[in-house]
């Protein structure tokens, strides 16, 4: 089973951007689908984007033009650049396989605070 380590978050004020970064253990990192989700307070976990093994990458709405998924099979990682955040933003951000079938137990997540 694959396992993620991300990094990278921190407070920033609205409009500027952070890169967030995510390390995975585990031998099948490069033929598994990955995910960027993210979790606000009171509100439940959500896709923010996601990339193929074959480096599709597909994004939700919101986050279309602003956020960009990425992935280093040689390194073991993904990333996601958030330029241009808001303060909706604001959430804690993690890193697992796409597919709940497969999809580790979640790791500490790194947080993104946005102030306006």
């Known amino acids: 089973q694959v396992q993620f380590v991300e990094s990278g978050g921190g407070l920033v004020q609205a409009g500027r951007s952070l890169r967030l970064s995510c390390v995975a253990s585990?031998?099948?990192?490069?033929?598994?689908?990955l995910g960027w989700f993210r979790q606000a307070p009171g509100k439940l976990r959500e896709l923010v984007a996601s990339?193929?093994?074959?480096?599709?990458?597909v994004y939700a709405d919101s986050m279309k033009g602003r956020f960009t998924i990425s992935r280093d099979n040689a390194k073991n990682s993904v990333y996601l650049q958030m330029n241009n955040l808001q303060p909706e933003d604001t959430a804690v951000y993690y890193c697992?396989?796409?597919?709940?079938?497969?999809?580790?137990?979640w790791g500490q997540g790194t947080q993104v605070t946005v102030s306006s």
């Open positions: 697992n396989c796409l597919s709940a079938a497969i999809r580790s137990s």
């Open positions: 585990g031998s099948t990192f490069s033929i598994s689908d």
């Open positions: 990339i193929s093994s074959g480096g599709v990458t």
